[in-house]
């Protein structure tokens, strides 16, 4: 589902942008505007791809357990774990008891930043100006999970998709321009059912004084299961021990 309160002048590509995809296996394709939001669950099993359709600003997710989201995404973890807080292909998204949530089974972005957190009213206000209304994510985030009776205190720290920050030796954070592809994808296979939310606003650290956030697309399909040899699911000894956590919950039916 698409939420958003602001018009764009610019429109969103309608061609699709999942070409390689068998049109059978697609479950749910949907635009996300610039400024707008998408929110819903993936079921266990099912990969959620968002797309780079115009050289994105950034695109902010967080998400849940579905069944249970007191349990939800832990940036800390996800970076703590894998040893890299920057996520590629290969690697996976933790949750905050240890369990997956996703396996990022493609990816032709390779930039996908867990540091820089996401925008508020008043970082907008700062870049952009006061007196106008500039989208956030922060707001984004808050009226999406309410659907689903959760509030602002459960929000938590976000992963930037398409993003690249670059840490100077002092710990000083800057976003690198220049790696936006248009076209690029990310592919997060669902290995729990997860609530997930999207907010496609520019990056906290973006320095671009104008408010311009790039159209995104949402592809939800029905992606083959694993085998033994899933390169997600044979890592390393800490992404085997989180997937046997993960399958457990799903051992009885």
Not at 59 to 72: F, G, K, Q
Not at 79 to 86: D, V
Not at 114 to 129: M, R, T, V
Request: charged residues 20%.
């Amino acid at each position: 589902m698409v939420q958003s309160s602001v018009v764009h002048s610019e429109s969103v590509h309608s061609e699709s942008q999942s070409n390689d995809l068998d049109p059978a296996l697609i479950l749910r394709q949907e635009p996300l505007p610039g400024g707008a939001y998408w929110h819903g669950v993936i079921k266990r099993g099912n990969t959620l791809r968002v797309t780079d359709l115009e050289g994105s600003q950034g695109v902010s997710l967080i998400c849940y357990n579905a069944d249970n989201p007191i349990e939800r995404l832990n940036v800390a973890d996800t970076a703590k774990i894998q040893f890299n807080a920057f996520l590629k292909k290969g690697m996976v998204i933790y949750s905050d008891m240890g369990r997956v949530l996703f396996s990022i089974t493609e990816d032709t972005s390779g930039y996908h930043d867990l540091l820089g957190g996401c925008s508020n009213a008043a970082s907008n206000a700062a870049k952009y100006g006061a007196g106008e209304f500039w989208v956030n994510s922060r707001d984004n985030f808050r009226r999406a999970v309410t659907r689903y009776d959760l509030s602002k205190r459960d929000i938590m720290p976000n992963i930037n998709l398409f993003t690249r920050v670059a840490i100077a030796p002092d710990g000083t954070m800057s976003l690198v321009e220049g790696t936006e592809k248009p076209g690029s994808f990310i592919d997060l296979r669902a290995e729990m059912n997860v609530l997930v939310v999207l907010s496609n606003c520019p990056h906290v650290l973006h320095p671009s004084k104008v408010y311009e956030p790039k159209a995104a697309q949402v592809t939800v399909w029905n992606s083959p299961a694993p085998t033994d040899d899933d390169l997600c699911r044979t890592a390393n000894p800490e992404a085997v021990r989180g997937f046997i956590n993960t399958d457990a919950l799903f051992a009885q039916g």
